[in-house]
């Protein structure tokens, strides 16, 4: 359950700032390795600013989800918000600069598949490119594979996540049953989930329990259908006798709204040249983040095939 | 065995398959056959390594290696030299390097490596500590016949048993030829009619019958437990110290789950939740899923971490 996994210990930070914060360290990191490697035509100009950063994590993560729901056989909605989240929690202490979000996206729907039982055959799963010939989709596999347990890696090995579609069924069968106030919660049902999905897009996860998102979101539905539920969340949920909790809980409510509204998906010329600046820096600083790929490679390890093939496939052959 | 043939002959090792392999002092095998074949024509060298030998030599193999067969034989003429006990060593280190010694011995002869230097390393330790390894050896005797002794008596004991269930089940068959015998008997001379006689015959068999079944089960008083120890004498043991400590105490545990109280899966039921829930099908109940499994599940996933988090 939520309240004592690694999720809830680990993963819930107090407020917007203390993610940014993790995301700037992250940011500054790395562009001080690029810049004491030593290598000539390094300059401050060349590396990614952190809202840059932000332009090309927005844009990887929305194709993502975009992978995610044309994806053959059909994948559950808690197998995408696990994968958005694997994204996220990687991308909190690891920049852009080191490892190109293309390979890891993929990577972390690969995981997620495995980590929430989607049965899905690793042939299967790169068949679902469908830019890319066959052998094209076996060079993507091998990358995938070779990602796999850096990422694993970085998540700290917490694997699993809760995601906030349990607790939004939950949350309505308990009003069907102990709030007859409400004639028909179902109604609720489609305004929910449409602010669950955009929530995942958002940082949401990373700062509130999903019980608390997915109350805020029937809340939110519910609102806009014109019906006030104060009286559930005092009766029922009996939120302690304390004033203190239900302000508190309506303050996370209006922070997460706040969270939505501010969402937005990055322009496309914004996206076209803070793309061209990370393809040139993973061009050039390439051998730097070449060592560090290969997660589980002892030094003496000979590689199967030289890794000439990365930089032939590109973010079109996507979708 | 059958992957290892006689190097003379061959095949015969295939084709009877009850054919011994003997070993010789310079670790190679020949079979029975071909150790005959070897002596009758007075020549005495092995066919491999042509190291002269005596046809006393050869020991029927024990180990599929030949080479463990040599090791072994060169194991027990060394041991007689170095007969020495762990009790003969001030220390543990010592006996370890004299172990040590030991092997180091046995693999240099074994596997033909400075075998002058190890023949002269012997015969030297043989003169010097030739009393202590007549000593050990007698040592060795008595304990070799005491368990001897004890192998003699078991055996005998066995033995005993042996030839009384025989003399029981001769004496049985006896008895009923006895029987048999007397019928025949009765049927010739006397008067009674015969129905009455077979009658008669019956019971007496069917009381023989039970007589050897009662002796079969009359169990022979011993005097002995089977550990050895006599029945009539009383062993005192010491008692083991009796701890006394304080007494568990269970505690239910208690999770803290920063939200509102979840009704338990038993009265999901009554409290009408599982309305709200789709119901089981038969193929879900065979495996012993029920709806308010599923129910208890969202309802806990919903209600943990409402609260604001502790921080």
């Known amino acids: 359950m939520f309240h004592n996994s690694s999720q809830g210990k680990y993963w819930i930070f107090l407020n917007e700032d203390d993610v940014e914060q ?10 001080n390795k690029i810049l004491e490697s030593g290598k000539p035509g390094v300059s401050e100009s060349k590396l990614l600013e952190r809202h840059e ?81 066959p052998a094209g989709q076996e060079r993507v596999l091998e990358q995938i594979l070779e990602y796999e347990l850096l990422l694993i890696q970085q998540l700290k090995f917490h694997l699993v996540v809760h995601n906030p579609y349990r607790p939004m069924e939950g949350l309505l069968i308990d009003l069907k049953t102990r709030y007859p106030t409400l004639e028909n919660p179902e109604s609720l049902r489609k305004n929910a989930d449409d602010f669950l999905t955009q929530a995942a897009m958002t940082d949401a996860g990373l700062l509130f329990p999903p019980s608390q998102i997915a109350l805020t979101a029937i809340l ?36 997460m709204k706040t969270l939505l509204k501010k969402y937005e998906l990055p322009k496309a010329e914004e996206v076209i040249a803070c793309k061209k600046k990370l393809e040139r820096i993973h061009a050039e600083f390439s051998s730097l983040s070449n060592k560090r790929k290969r997660g589980y490679e002892e030094d003496g390890h000979v590689a199967k095939e030289p890794r000439l093939t990365e930089e032939e496939w590109t973010d079109e052959d996507l979708l | 065995m059958d992957d290892q043939g006689c190097p003379r002959c061959k095949t015969t090792k295939y084709r009877n398959p009850s054919l011994k392999l003997m070993v010789n002092v310079c670790g190679h095998t020949l079979c029975e056959n071909c150790v005959e074949m070897l002596f009758v024509r007075g020549s005495g060298n092995c066919v491999q390594c042509d190291t002269p030998l005596r046809k006393s030599n050869f020991r029927v193999q024990l180990f599929e290696d030949p080479t463990v067969d040599k090791e072994v034989e060169i194991r027990k003429k060394v041991l007689k030299i170095y007969n020495k006990r762990d009790f003969d060593f001030p220390s543990l280190r010592e006996y370890n390097d004299y172990l040590e010694l030991l092997e180091e011995i046995v693999y240099n002869l074994t596997n033909n490596i400075d075998v002058e230097n190890t023949k002269l390393q012997m015969e030297q330790y043989q003169r010097e500590n030739r009393d202590l390894i007549q000593k050990n050896k007698v040592k060795l005797t008595r304990e070799q016949e005491e368990l001897e002794e004890l192998l003699l008596l078991e055996q005998q004991g066995n033995e005993q048993r042996r030839l009384e269930l025989l003399q029981d089940e001769q004496r049985q068959l006896q008895a ?26 019956k019971v007496r068999a069917a009381k023989l019958e039970t007589q050897i079944e009662q002796q079969k089960q009359a169990v022979k008083p011993t005097s002995l437990f089977s550990t050895g120890i006599n029945m009539r004498q009383t062993v005192t043991l010491q008692l ?29 039921g009554r409290l009408g939740y599982l309305n709200h829930v789709r119901a089981a099908m038969p193929q879900d109940t065979a495996g012993g899923y029920s709806s308010a499994l599923a129910c208890h599940r969202a309802i806990q996933d919903a209600f943990s971490g409402l609260f604001p988090l502790k921080r």
Do not use: W
């Open chain 2, 240 to 268: 083991p110290p009796k701890i006394e400590e304080v007494l568990f105490q269970y505690k239910a545990l208690q999770v803290e789950t920063y939200g509102p109280p979840v009704p338990e899966l038993e009265q999901l």
């Open chain 1, 53 to 133: 950063e932000d332009v090309l994590f927005r844009h990887y993560e929305k194709r993502m989800v975009d992978f995610c729901n044309a994806f053959k056989p059909a994948m559950p909605k808690s197998v995408v918000g696990t994968a958005i989240m694997y994204f996220k929690r990687f991308y909190l202490n690891n920049s852009i600069m080191e490892h190109h979000p293309r390979i890891i996206m993929l990577s972390c729907a690969y995981l997620s598949c495995k980590v929430d039982e989607f049965n899905v055959s690793s042939t299967q799963f790169v068949g679902n490119l469908l830019q890319e010939t």
């Open chain 1, 22 to 31: 993790k995301r700037y360290k992250a940011n500054q990191k790395s562009r």
């Open chain 1, 220 to 255: 939110n539905s519910a609102s806009r259908a014109g019906l006030s539920m104060e009286s559930y969340l005092i009766e029922c949920l009996r939120l302690k006798e304390d004033k203190d909790a239900l302000s508190k809980m309506y303050d996370s409510m209006r922070r």
């Open chain 2, 176 to 201: 009923k030829r006895k029987n048999k015998q007397a019928l025949l008997d009765e049927l010739e001379q006397s008067q009674l009619p015969a129905t009455i006689l077979l009658a008669q015959h």
